[in-house]
């Protein structure tokens, strides 16, 4: 079975530009969560979606946002990019809500 | 509201040595535990999970775990060090209080010296 995989990989964006990053659960998972990763401020949980809604919120600014689709694919959107968006973003997919998750290799994102 | 303390940041041990990583959980209900291990330019892999039936947790690639909740820690450790071992480690917690979010630990990068 595919792991979780996630496009791009990686990407350099300038202040202000928005960005979209994708994330395909494993097949039969139906619920996706994203993390920010960063040296600083460690591993912080952004979102969870669960059949195209959206069950769990992190401490985010409206910035940043996402959606799941009906073959459970995701992606987060972050708008008007700040130098401290600048983090490896990281998908996880679980079989139902509350399960393990098994992580993607991540989307390394630079803002200049 | 649920957190998890990692003591050490960095460990460093010899090959074939003890490697011992600690950690502590806050939480006001039965948590589930998980250790989590990340390689360079990688996500993160389950290493093992406590979810409320066995204390003593066995995992992959010879790594195990005690959860003891009269000192609410999960401290994880393997007999043995092997030069792959070498990563960053993370604890995390989830629990019914924060919606099963999971909230992890700050991480503890392992160095394994020949």
């Known amino acids: 079975k595919a792991g979780v995989t996630q496009t791009p990989r990686y990407l350099i964006k300038t202040r202000g530009q928005q960005v979209t990053l994708s994330c395909s659960p494993i097949?039969?998972?139906?619920?996706v969560s994203w993390y920010q990763q960063t040296p600083g401020q460690g591993l912080q949980f952004l979102f969870e979606?669960?059949?195209?809604?959206?069950?769990n919120k992190g401490n985010f600014p409206g910035r940043f946002s996402g959606r799941q689709f009906s073959n459970s694919r995701s992606e987060m959107n972050v708008s008007t990019l700040e130098l401290g968006d600048s983090a490896l973003y990281l998908c996880a997919s679980s079989f139902l809500l509350h399960n393990e998750q098994f992580f993607g290799p991540g989307t390394r994102l630079t803002v200049l | 509201a649920q957190s998890v303390t990692q003591l050490g940041s960095h460990v460093s041990v010899s090959e074939g040595a003890l490697v011992l990583l600690r950690c502590n959980y806050s939480s006001s209900v039965p948590p589930y535990l998980f250790w989590y291990v990340q390689y360079p330019n990688q996500g993160l892999q389950l290493l093992l999970k406590?979810?409320?039936?066995?204390?003593l947790v066995k995992g992959i690639n010879g790594f195990e775990a005690e959860f003891k909740k009269s000192e609410t820690s999960f401290h994880l450790t393997k007999p043995s060090a092997h030069m792959s071992d070498a990563a960053e480690y993370f604890c995390a917690v989830s629990s019914l209080s924060d919606d099963y979010k999971l909230s992890f630990g700050a991480g503890t990068t392992v160095t394994v010296r020949a």
């Open positions: 406590y979810t409320s039936a066995a204390t």
């Open positions: 097949s039969g998972h139906r619920s």
């Open positions: 979606y669960f059949s195209e809604t959206q069950r």
